[in-house]
């Protein structure tokens, strides 16, 4: 019970899209509409995978939500904050406060050791305040405290992952934006990768992941479907498919 009497304030979405749509053009006549107005909410602490076929919208989608595209039409509020409309300066500053990246590539750069990679968005924004504990601490969340000097070529497949998650907490980002994360791990790696994600949600972080593998997004706690540029379903999961269980049980080959 609340000691003044009165309900606590509601939630506020950290996603909220009403009416989006994104039309592509290929040419002078070609026009491929690829999201045919989306509504979609994202609360805060949720586990959301986002799926569906090829050309199917999640990819674009997936561009929307991270402030890497802009759509033509509708509106996208991300933290409280209407930035459908936004110049790529202020979509960028965005991007850096609010949403974290992870992408089925790495995406690290070769030179950089693992320390050094993770600073990087606080070397773009300018940031110099405890960059290099931050980091550290970054990756000791995910495992990595022993590797923090070694390059991406002398780190697995997982290993660089988790520098590219560590990266994506540094600025503690309202939203992890993660595409594909497992599309080139072995079940072993992915298996960890899930863990992270799920332990990450269970302190209350909001995760956003598309993926098209169904085994993946079973270990969400809601799955939205696109199809034809629209949300076909979104469902909950009942049960959610534990990946800390999967490893214990001997899931995959030992990285």
Excluded: W
């Excluded at 469902?235 to 534990?242: E, G, L, Q, S, T």
């Amino acid at each position: 019970m609340i000691a003044s009497g009165r309900l606590p304030p509601p939630r506020q979405p950290v996603v909220r899209l009403r009416g989006i749509t994104k039309t592509y053009r290929i040419g002078r006549e070609i026009e491929v509409r690829a999201l045919r107005g989306v509504d979609l909410d994202v609360m805060p602490g949720e586990f959301v995978a986002i799926m569906g076929p090829s050309g199917s919208g999640k990819s674009t989608l997936m561009n929307v939500l991270g402030c890497l595209d802009a759509p033509d039409a509708g509106t996208y509020e991300l933290a409280g904050q209407t930035v459908a409309s936004l110049s790529d300066g202020a979509l960028a500053a965005i991007r850096n406060r609010h949403v974290g990246f992870v992408f089925q590539t790495f995406n690290l750069l070769p030179r950089l050791n693992a320390i050094e990679n993770v600073e990087l968005p606080l070397v773009y924004g300018g940031d110099g305040r405890d960059r290099r504990p931050r980091a550290a601490a970054a990756l000791e969340q995910v495992g990595l405290g022993d590797r923090l000097h070694h390059r991406p070529s002398e780190l697995s497949g997982g290993q660089q992952q988790r520098v590219a998650i560590a990266r994506a907490l540094l600025n503690d980002p309202s939203m992890i934006l993660a595409d594909e994360p497992t599309g080139n791990l072995d079940s072993r790696s992915s298996a960890e990768i899930l863990a992270i994600f799920q332990r990450l949600n269970a302190q209350g972080k909001t995760v956003v992941m598309v993926t098209h593998e169904p085994d993946v997004a079973a270990h969400c706690r809601r799955i939205v479907r696109m199809r034809d540029g629209v949300v076909a379903h979104d469902d909950p999961v009942a049960a959610p498919r534990r990946a800390e269980e999967e490893i214990a049980a001997g899931i995959g080959a030992a990285e």
